[in-house]
């Protein structure tokens, strides 16, 4: 059974790397080996996914060369005509996606089964999330049975459980996007409000490229896989 659409936004900056990012998006950037989106790539074929798709924005040429297919898996590419932020992103790409979708972002690394995180009824968006020690650079979640009832602003935290960067979405979620949009200050966000967004904890390795020094991590974590 096919673990539907897996789509991967590799569209930001990553202004905080600095000048590693300057000719090459973050998402492309090597770690253990090879460029950081093919681990992700690979992690969606072995779990079944049929179909991939990148998001692409920023030094967009350099993914342009993905296109076709990823081991046998069809790719297809959707390129922001101006920079829209996550959220903006995905609504640029409706056409191209099913009903609902994973979601994965492409600086993050996060070692679940993908393939199982599907949506309950009733929502329209679920975040994998994960409990981490310290969580000072990142919003947290106050889930209940399941339900996110908040999304708290970041703060200096000895441990909480926060977004994971994978989440399952369903299309009509952006619906109402227009331009540059969000997914994590405007979507989620609205998401949570109406009581549609739901979250599954898992545990397994996490980590985000975003800094110099969790790079450097990922670099131990991924070549160990």
């Given amino acids: 059974m096919s673990a539907g659409q897996a789509v991967f936004l590799v569209g930001g900056r990553g202004s905080r790397l ?19 989106i093919e681990h992700l790539l690979d992690k969606a074929v072995r779990e079944g996914f049929d179909e991939l798709i990148l998001l692409a924005g920023y030094r967009h040429q350099a993914v342009e ?3 076709g297919a990823w081991r046998g898996v069809p790719l297809r590419l959707s390129i922001e005509p101006e920079p829209l932020d996550t959220a903006g992103a995905v609504a640029h790409a409706a056409p191209m996606l099913r009903d609902d979708f994973l ?3 492409g600086d993050t690394w996060f070692d679940f089964d993908w393939s199982g995180l599907r949506l309950s009824d009733g929502f329209s968006g679920l975040i994998a999330a994960r409990d981490v020690s310290p969580a000072d650079r ?21 441990s909480g459980v926060i977004n994971g960067g994978v989440y ?58």
């Fill in 65 to 67: 060369a993905y296109a």
């Fill in 103 to 105: 979601l994965v972002n």
């Fill in 168 to 225: 399952r979405l369903r299309r009509g979620a952006f619906a109402d996007v227009r331009g540059r949009a969000s997914l994590e200050k405007d979507t989620l966000p609205t998401l949570c409000a109406k009581g549609l967004l739901g979250a599954a904890i898992k545990t397994g390795a996490f980590i985000d490229i975003g800094l110099p020094h969790s790079l450097k991590a990922a670099e131990t974590i991924l070549g160990l896989m």
């Fill in 138 to 158: 990142y919003e947290t979640l106050d889930i209940r049975e399941g339900l996110v009832v908040a999304i708290r602003p970041r703060a200096d935290l000895p």
């Fill in 18 to 36: 600095g000048d590693l990012t300057l000719d090459t998006p973050k998402p492309l950037l090597p770690v253990a080996g090879r460029p950081f």
